[in-house]
């Protein structure tokens, strides 16, 4: 079955790194775009990075512009999310997300991993 499973979210303090990961399976890796959403408390899901099936394009939002870099390892099947320099509204829970290339309603979702920034 499709499997998508981040890890990697903690506490961490303002100013400090971490790395997101979210590993998959159960589909063809290689020809899906791959996307990291951020979810607020009480606030809407936004996208946050995004990086094409062959790992040639990259876009990120203007809150993580400069600070985050998205990454995928077509070998490991996984994708990567490393943050820097972040911040309390950074706070929330970071989804993976699976979209194919071409077929719109290949979408899959992870469940989520929770990083809380706070001194």
């Known amino acids: 079955q499709v499997r998508l499973v981040e890890s990697g979210g903690t506490l961490v303090q303002p100013g400090g790194s971490l790395r997101l990961s979210c590993a998959t399976s159960g589909f063809t890796f290689s020809v899906y775009d791959m996307s990291w959403y951020h979810q607020a408390p009480g606030k809407e899901r936004e996208m946050v990075a995004f990086i094409s099936s062959d790992g040639a394009s990259t876009t990120y939002s203007d809150s993580m512009k400069n600070r985050t870099s998205i990454s995928r390892d077509n070998s490991k099947k996984a994708v990567y999310l490393q943050m820097r320099n972040l911040k309390f509204e950074d706070t929330g829970v970071y989804y993976c997300?699976?979209?194919?290339?071409?077929?719109?309603?290949?979408?899959?979702w992870g469940q989520g991993t929770q990083v809380t920034v706070s001194s």
């Open positions: 997300k699976a979209a194919h290339n071409r077929v719109g309603l290949l979408t899959y």
